[in-house]
């Protein structure tokens, strides 16, 4: 899984990147980020926060600064949900709607937020939440 995620690696669409994801995300929920260049090439993958069986408190502050560590144009924010439905909550919308609009201050690009189960992914872009 980790060498579809490997740098230089194009993303073309939600499932090549689902199908890699999957295979990474375990049992507690983890809140990973994808940071992509300007042909949303992979500059990096890392895994940003640990949670619980059910949630994982994310800070935009330090999605910002990883973002500007990678020296991102673009990101895809990804998290699992360990229950396998991967139906987003209003949380998951809300966090999203924060992060783009902190990294939007830098100019980094939100380009999607998955959320991935092992029923599927859901793609918040696709929903109209981007």
């Not at 740098?7 to 049992?27: E, P, S, W």
């Not at 926060?49 to 990883?66: E, I, M, N, Q, W």
């Not at 949900?81 to 100019?107: C, K």
């Amino acid at each position: 899984a980790r060498q579809k995620l490997a740098k230089g690696v194009a993303l073309t669409d939600k499932h090549l990147a689902h199908q890699a994801l999957q295979g990474l995300l375990r049992d507690r929920e983890v809140f990973a980020a994808l940071f992509l260049d300007n042909q949303h090439r992979i500059l990096a993958y890392e895994e940003l926060f640990l949670g619980t069986l059910s949630a994982a408190t994310v800070y935009p502050r330090d999605v910002v600064k990883r973002a500007l560590h990678h020296n991102a144009a673009a990101l895809m924010l990804v998290h699992n949900h360990p229950s396998g439905y991967p139906e987003p909550s209003r949380t998951d919308i809300e966090i999203t709607q924060r992060l783009q609009s902190a990294l939007a201050l830098v100019d980094i690009r939100t380009l999607d937020h998955l959320v991935v189960g092992a029923e599927g992914v859901v793609s918040l872009a696709e929903r109209g939440h981007l």
